[in-house]
C-alpha cells in the first residue's frame, strides 16, 4: 500500500472489477495492468457493446475535477470510448486497511461523476458534476446508453426522411403539372418578383 495509502491506479482496478462483477460490464485482461502506458485511459470497460472509460483521481489531487473532466472528453473525441467518466474518489479510500477491506469501501462510498458522450462532448459546454455511489455510476451508464441511442434513432430517422425528400424532388422536378397541383395544395403560391416578371 505505501506510505500515502492506495494508488488510484488500484482505486481503479478495484472499481473496474467490482463494476465487472455486478455482470453489466465487461473488462478486457489488460485492465489489471497497472503500468500501462500514460496516454492509456484508467479504466476501459464495454457496456452493452459500447466502449466505456472511466478516469479517476482522488480528491486530494490538485484540479483533479478538471483533470479528470479533460481526459473524459479528450477519449471521446478521439473515438477512443462512446463512454467516458470522469471520477473523483473520496480521499479516505487510500488509507483503507486492505484490499478486501478496500472493496467493501467502493461499494459505499460515494463519488463526484461526470459523464462525457458523443451526444454531449461539446468543447464550451462544462459538463455537470453529480454525486453518488457505484449504484448510481452503474445508472449513469445505463442514462448515457439511451441517450446515445435516441441520438442514433434520430440521426438516422432524418437521414432517411432527408433521402426520401430528395428522391420525391428529383422525381417531380421534370413535371410542371406536378410541381405546380403541390404547390397549389401546400398553399405555395409565386414569389411576387416572378410575377412581376411575367408581366413586364
Known sequence: MG????????LNVELARLLAERGEVTLPETIF????????PDVFLRFNGLGVVIE??????????REVEQ???????????HIAVGLIYPASLRTVGSLKELGKALKTADFRVCVVTEVN?????PAVWQTGNIDFLQSLFHRAFEDLVKEDVV?????????????????????????E?????LGIGEPPDSRNEREE
Open 56 to 65: 479517476g483521481k482522488v480528491d486530494d489531487k490538485a484540479n483533479a475535477m
Open 33 to 40: 495492468s497497472l503500468h500501462a502506458r500514460r496516454n492509456m
Open 121 to 125: 462532448a461539446l468543447p464550451d459546454e
Open 181 to 185: 397541383r403541390c404547390a397549389r395544395t
Open 71 to 81: 481526459n473524459a472528453r479528450q477519449r471521446v473525441e478521439v473515438g477512443l470510448a
Open 3 to 10: 506510505d500515502t495509502g492506495f494508488r488510484e491506479e488500484v
Open 155 to 179: 440521426v438516422r430517422a432524418v437521414v432517411v426522411l432527408e433521402d426520401g425528400i430528395a428522391r420525391f424532388a428529383r422525381s417531380v422536378l421534370p413535371h410542371q403539372a406536378v410541381l
